[in-house]
């Protein structure tokens, strides 16, 4: 367990508000959660859109079953891998758990869910199989510039370019609604638990000390024994659906089919992970501004 090194005095200051801490992958917020949970006695909520997925603890790095036992812990690993779950879905199931307690630790590193919770979440309609489909064969066919190309102005400057699903959710959001993504978010309904309104705390190491972080514990998944995880998601291994979104389950797919070396697969996974810190870093350091800094209370 780790040793949180966060005095008395700062946790008293944090009251009986629920906690938000939000940090890039690899950070050790999961550890933080636990230690802090243990101090102030409180639940954990995940707030991390692939560890909600049943069929991967492992390579999400969920919370192990010995953390569950000693604390309780929520929204982790209740959907099954073909279950769509969105943000909305996350925030109704929020909603459920803050209405019988608030004294909570929402943890994760999916800024969108944050964003969403504190800021609020434009009630967009469904994307039906007919724009999904339109978007897969667009995507196939021209990739994400073919998809960008359709976008207007003021979705484009905001969104994250280089991250295909969100790209995709605008293009689907603007051809399903006749609306952009960017209008939907103007016309948003009020934040179930604003800022004020809660205690948010973020981690963010520096990328030097990332990188060695995310390199090690790739190679930890191994040893706990991410590949026989891998193999058991084989058979059913669908890589449209979100549950295979997980960094490195596509490179671990890969080296069980015979397509890369181990050496290669892990390689690949963590290049993938550094890019998807990258990203995490710049939303936090974009977005999350007036949250309260505690990397150098945790190292």
Known sequence: MMTLMISDRFLKNIGEKPILLVGPTASGKSKIAMSLAIKLGRHIVNADSLQVYSNWRILTARPTIKDEEIIPHHLYGHKAPDEE?????????????????????????????????????????????????????????????????????DTFENLD?????????????????????KRWQSETEPAILPISEC?????????????????????????????????????????????SKAIGASELIAYLKGELSINQAIENASIATRQYAKRQKTWIKTRMTDWDDITDLTL
């Open 85 to 153: 779950y969105s943000v909305g879905h996350w925030l109704r199931d929020l909603s459920d758990i803050l209405s019988t307690n608030k004294k909570v630790i929402i943890v994760g590193g999916t800024g969108l869910y944050f964003s969403a919770l504190t800021e609020g979440l434009a009630n967009i309609p469904k994307i039906s199989n007919k724009v999904k489909n339109m978007s897969k064969k667009k995507l196939n066919e021209n990739g994400i510039a073919g998809l960008l190309h359709d976008l207007d102005k």
């Open 199 to 243: 205690h948010p705390l973020v981690i963010n190491p520096d990328k030097a000390d990332l990188d060695k972080k995310i390199r090690l514990r790739f190679e930890q998944m191994i040893k706990m024994g991410a590949l026989d995880e891998t193999k058991k998601n084989l058979v059913s291994w669908n890589e449209s659906s979100l549950a």
């Open 161 to 181: 370019i280089k991250n295909p699903m969100r790209v995709v959710r605008a293009w689907e959001v603007f051809h399903e609604t006749g609306k952009s993504l």
